[in-house]
Nanobody
Framework: QVQLVESGGGLVQAGGSLRLSCVAS????????VGWYRQAPGKARAELVA???????????TYTEDVKGRFIVSRDNAKNSVYLQMNSLKPEDTAVYYC???????????????WGQGTQVTVSS
C-alpha cells in the first residue's frame, strides 16, 4: 500500500506561516485527488481543508471557506509530494493536519483512500 508521511508542523505565532509537506511512498501520477484534512482539539470530526484534483493536465483546487486566501495546496508529481502553504495563521487553525490521497488503486482493481499519520500545527495568540 502507498504510505503517506507528513512533515512541517510545529508551533507558530498568529500571523506566521508554515509549509506542510506530504511524501508518498509511490507515484501519485495516477492519483486523482490529494489534499489535507484537519482535526481541531475537542472536535469529533476532521474537516477538509484543501484538495487538488488533477485530470490529465488540468488541476482544480478546493478550499474550506475559513482558509481561502490564506492557504495554498499544491502537488509535485515528480517528487510524489503534496504541499500546504499556510499563511496568516490564526489560533483557530490549531489542529492535527492529515494528508490524504484518493483513489489509490490496488493490483486487484479495488481502490481506497490513503492517509498520513498527521502532523500537529499549533498557533499561539
Amino acid at each position: 500500500q502507498v504510505q503517506l508521511v507528513e512533515s512541517g508542523g510545529g508551533l507558530v505565532q498568529a500571523g506566521g506561516s508554515l509549509r506542510l509537506s506530504c511524501v508518498a511512498s509511490a507515484s501519485i501520477d495516477n492519483i486523482r485527488t490529494v489534499g489535507w484534512y484537519r482535526q481541531a482539539p475537542g472536535k469529533a470530526r476532521a474537516e477538509l481543508v484543501a484538495r487538488i484534483t488533477s485530470i490529465s493536465s488540468v488541476s482544480n483546487t478546493t478550499y474550506t471557506e475559513d482558509v481561502k486566501g490564506r492557504f495554498i495546496v499544491s502537488r509535485d508529481n515528480a517528487k510524489n509530494s503534496v504541499y500546504l502553504q499556510m499563511n496568516s495563521l490564526k489560533p483557530e487553525d490549531t489542529a492535527v493536519y492529515y494528508c490524504y490521497a484518493e483513489p489509490i488503486r490496488l493490483a486487484n482493481g479495488q481502490t481506497y483512500t490513503g492517509w498520513g499519520q498527521g502532523t500537529q500545527v499549533t498557533v499561539s495568540s
